[in-house]
């Protein structure tokens, strides 16, 4: 079983296993038909299309950010459109080193218990580089059944979130660039900043030529974090909109940190009430 990474080369291995599911997850924030249309030009064997704002977020309530989660049996039948049934090992990828990927990744592992799922490491890139096969043909796919019940105990809302900063039981770690979390940039969000008391952690640095470092390096570089945090466990990612955030959580479980959790609303969630502090430096 697969449930964190699997690199190109293993994943080649497993074509034709009928208990493998690929999702592709490529999409653009700034080319609604970014994704699809990469998807149609070439994808893995296989592989069915995830759209990030159309199956994987909703858009029914403008203060939860630009992201939030579909409703728990919306997306069980999306799974089940896809073919995932409790018995699929599941990959998914996209093209820019897991940033979007792990969105699935974190739905189906953590949201909707569904251990066996892996992000493709170095994603579509990866899988070119290594001359492996690809295609234009769509799979045929049959509905599946999955069962499952969503484990909201795995992220945090905005006001729990307020208030467990307030009584300094959790450490949010921010995956963004340095620029945004310090408020010098926001291509984005309407506004530039941080929540406060933040700890920034580019997740451009959990990677090296476009897959993850090795997991000891990983382990130096977050060990400090989850010290100081006190546990894996109180530590919340976030991000620009709780989608990129999931690229650390992934990190720290590869380096044997387990038990985060996630701020799906993200920095655009926090923003939306202007109660709400902003940090900047």
């Known amino acids: 079983m697969h449930n964190l ?27 609604a038909d970014y994704g699809r249309r990469s998807y149609a030009e070439g994808h893995l064997p296989g592989a069915r299309f995830a759209d990030l704002e159309n199956d994987l977020s909703q858009h029914t309530d403008a203060s939860l950010g ?11 039948t999306f799974v089940r459109f896809l073919g995932i049934s409790n018995a699929s090992q599941v990959v998914v990828y996209d093209d820019v080193s897991g940033a979007i990927a792990g969105r699935l990744w974190w739905m189906l592992s953590r949201w909707m218990n569904h251990e066996a799922v ?13 001359d492996l096969p690809v295609t234009s043909e769509a799979p045929e796919v049959k509905a599946s059944v999955f069962q499952s019940e969503p484990n909201d105990r795995v992220w945090v809302r905005s006001d729990e979130l307020v208030d467990c900063l307030a009584n300094n039981e959790v450490t949010v770690v921010d ?7 310090a408020g010098k940039e926001e291509p984005i969000d309407p506004v530039a900043g941080h929540i406060p008391s933040a700890v920034n952690a580019f997740l451009g640095e959990n990677l090296e030529k476009g ?21 894996a466990e109180r530590i919340v990612h976030s991000c620009g909109s709780g989608v990129s955030a999931v690229h650390n959580m992934i990190a720290m479980e590869k380096a044997g940190f387990t038990g985060s959790r996630l701020y799906v609303g993200s920095w655009s969630e926090w923003i939306r009430d202007p109660n709400r502090a902003i940090a900047t430096t």
């Not at 995956?175 to 979390?181: D, G, N, P, T, V």
């Open 5 to 31: 990474t699997i690199s190109a080369s293993s994943l080649h291995e497993l074509i034709g296993d009928p208990d493998l599911v690929i999702v592709d997850c490529r999409t653009s924030l700034t080319e």
């Open 66 to 76: 630009r992201h939030p989660l579909p409703d728990p049996e919306q997306f069980l």
């Open 118 to 130: 892996a992000v493709l490491d170095g994603g579509f890139k990866s899988w070119q580089e290594q």
């Open 175 to 181: 995956a963004r660039s340095a620029e945004r979390y």
């Open 211 to 231: 897959v993850y470092v090795s997991d000891e390096a990983l382990k130096d570089r977050f060990a400090g974090i989850v010290e100081k945090a006190g546990g």
